[in-house]
């Protein structure tokens, strides 16, 4: 047999009857493709001696043997898959570089067609789809946590995209962990934190896993300049593109919020559309009669809610959260514009809708203050913002911020009670506050009522506190005179 010859009929007998070129000692590899040709099967034989000689024989048969043993593969990938333009053309260039690829969709609030997305998983050749139900587990495990830490990142980010990445990644690593995939994927670009987050996590959980970071390989960034070669790549390989026009804008969506950036956004002075907002009303627009909710804490954490207008009442986790939202966005709270700095160094804007998160801040910040140490909060206070820059930057899984979460959950011990507040508006307004375990001592604070304490000590008081300030003035007048 030579080279480029056909043979047809018994080809695994053939194949044992070739008599190679060379020695078989010298066999480097190899490779078995399947090839189909407008319906006749046939297998592509690949032999490689010594990188330096290919001998390549095919052969017709009427029907295709199973032979998944000889077909070689790269491995097994479980990307995280959302059903979009992007992930599903990464799906199909995985596929193309020889991985076998498992695609994972967490639920996490989005509005998203699950089985939609199942079914072109499916279609694009994914060798399992798994969707994952993490509402419940994300509301409890990761916003709960947030909400005890009064987590704000730079004073005004409510962390809505930071908090969910830890949470799907770790089910990413399970699966991929289960199904006994080498690597993981994503569709996070090369510019930005989910990156870092993805990844971080992944590695913490899973330290023997290899990541492919497509927008982070010049073969695929080089391919994929933009859009427009994405939606070509996606025709040429039979991928459903998006009938229907793309907002100017990048989006994404989960319980806790919608965050919008990029596009027509990149432009720092420009006003966002007033279509832009999908999860809250404008202010303006919002009802004239304002809702008046009891939320009551135990641990820190909201264990009810109660409409006072109409009696409607939630007391899981998922229910309480999603009723927030509802509420809050009806009357358009928890609307931010903001330029940040993101961990790798640059500022980008986003505009972000969190309107059940701000709900629960401002509540949980009235019931901590009202049964909480004046000292421990200061100290909390200052978890806080370490708990929102460690998440922040992808360390959710990292020991610093276990540390810190153990910290805070202390903390929130005593913090128990009930708080009215209204919506209305776009804004929050406290009414009133109860809890069991309140520090605060009405007959002590009492103008009318002296009780334990003694007005005069606060002369004592006053005066020690005052020695450090004479110093500091006499050091200065001390300068001066110098001068």
């Avoid at 790798?344 to 801040?361: A, F």
Wanted: net charge negative.
């Amino acid at each position: 047999m030579n080279f480029g010859e056909s043979f047809s009929g018994d080809i695994f007998q053939f194949f044992n009857d070739i008599q190679w070129h060379k020695e078989p000692a010298k066999l480097h590899a190899v490779a078995f493709v399947i090839v189909v040709d407008e319906s006749i099967p046939a297998f592509l034989y690949i032999c490689i001696f010594n990188n330096d000689m290919y001998i390549i024989v095919t052969a017709q048969l009427q029907t295709i043997p199973p032979v998944p043993a000889l077909i070689m593969s790269k491995g097994t990938v479980v990307l995280a898959y959302s059903g979009g333009l992007d992930t599903s053309c990464i799906l199909v260039w995985l596929k193309e570089q020889g991985y076998d690829v498992i695609t994972y969709l967490a639920n996490i609030g989005q509005d998203e067609d699950f089985e939609a997305a199942r079914k072109k998983a499916e279609s694009l050749g994914a060798k399992k789809v798994f969707i994952e139900d993490l509402r419940t587990e994300f509301v409890e495990h990761f916003i709960w946590p947030a909400v005890q830490a009064n987590a704000v990142y730079e004073d005004r980010y409510l962390l809505g995209t930071a908090v969910a990445r830890p949470c799907i990644a770790r089910r990413q690593v399970e699966i991929a962990r289960r199904e006994g995939a080498q690597f993981v994927s994503h569709g996070a670009t090369g510019k930005g934190n989910d990156q870092i987050r993805f990844e971080l996590t992944c590695y913490a959980l899973y330290p023997e896993v290899k990541i492919i970071a497509p927008w982070r390989i010049p073969e695929f960034y080089n391919r994929f300049r933009g859009r427009t070669d994405l939606m070509e790549y996606a025709k040429e390989h039979g991928i459903p593109v998006p009938v229907t026009p793309r907002a100017p804008w990048s989006m994404d969506a989960n319980l806790m919020h919608i965050s919008y950036e990029s596009g027509i956004l990149e432009n720092p002075k420009s006003r966002a559309p007033a279509d832009l907002y999908l999860m809250t009303k404008n202010p303006e627009d919002s009802p004239n009669v304002q809702d008046v909710l009891e939320i009551e804490f135990k641990k820190g954490v909201p264990v009810k809610v109660t409409n006072m207008n109409d009696g409607i009442s939630k007391t899981t986790a998922l229910d309480i959260f999603s009723y927030l939202n509802e509420i809050g966005g009806k009357h358009g709270v928890g609307r931010i514009d903001i330029v940040e700095n993101r961990f790798i160094g640059m500022k980008s804007r986003g505009i972000y809708e969190t309107p059940g998160g701000t709900v629960l801040l401002k509540a949980h910040l009235d019931i901590e203050t009202f049964t909480m140490d004046k000292e421990v909060r200061r100290i909390k206070q200052g978890l806080g913002i370490k708990f929102s820059e460690l998440v922040y930057n992808g360390f959710w899984y990292s020991p610093e911020c276990d540390f810190v979460r153990h910290c805070i959950a202390k903390s929130q011990e005593n913090v128990e009670g009930k708080v009215q507040l209204s919506v209305f508006k776009g804004q929050v307004y406290i009414l009133g506050r109860e809890s069991p375990k309140s520090l605060y001592n009405e007959e002590l604070v009492s103008m009318d009522v002296q009780g334990d304490y003694d007005p005069c000590d606060a002369s004592g008081f006053i005066r020690i506190n005052a020695v450090r300030l004479r110093e500091h003035h006499r050091l200065q007048g001390l300068s001066s005179t110098k001068q």
